[in-house]
């Protein structure tokens, strides 16, 4: 059964960081680009993040582009979320998703496989 699970949110004070995982089971990573996504409360879903399977392409929203670093580990099945400098504007549910096709799905918010989420809090 392919699952995607997230873990690492929490509630952090504006500028600091998190690392967010994204562990695959029941299906290989291998040829899955991996995004990450988040929804603030009240607000729809948008894209974070997105690293593509074949050659490691990286995607970020231009409101985290260069605060975020997105990797994967395909021996372990895992993708990562590094989050540093965090804002407040930064608080929502991230969601980590798996698509065979590529990048272009994460602007079409359109994923194989989802994982339930990790709530990241910002406070000050």
């Known amino acids: 059964q392919a699952q995607l699970v997230e873990s690492g949110g929490g509630l952090v004070q504006p500028g600091g960081s998190l690392r967010l995982s994204c562990t695959a089971s029941?299906?290989?990573?291998?040829?899955?680009?991996i995004a990450w996504f988040r929804q603030a409360p009240g607000k729809g879903r948008e894209g974070v993040s997105c690293?593509?399977?074949?050659?490691?392409?990286?995607i970020y929203a231009e409101n985290v582009r260069g605060r975020f670093a997105i990797s994967r580990d395909n021996t372990n099945g895992t993708a990562y979320l590094q989050m540093n400098s965090l804002k407040l504007e930064d608080t929502g549910t991230y969601y980590c998703?798996?698509?065979?096709?590529?990048?272009?799905?994460?602007?079409?918010?359109?994923?194989?496989?989802w994982g339930k989420g990790t709530l990241v809090t910002g406070s000050s």
């Open positions: 029941g299906f290989n990573m291998d040829y899955y680009a």
């Open positions: 998703g798996a698509t065979t096709r590529s990048c272009i799905w994460y602007y079409r918010r359109s994923m194989d496989h």
């Open positions: 690293i593509n399977a074949g050659d490691g392409s990286t």
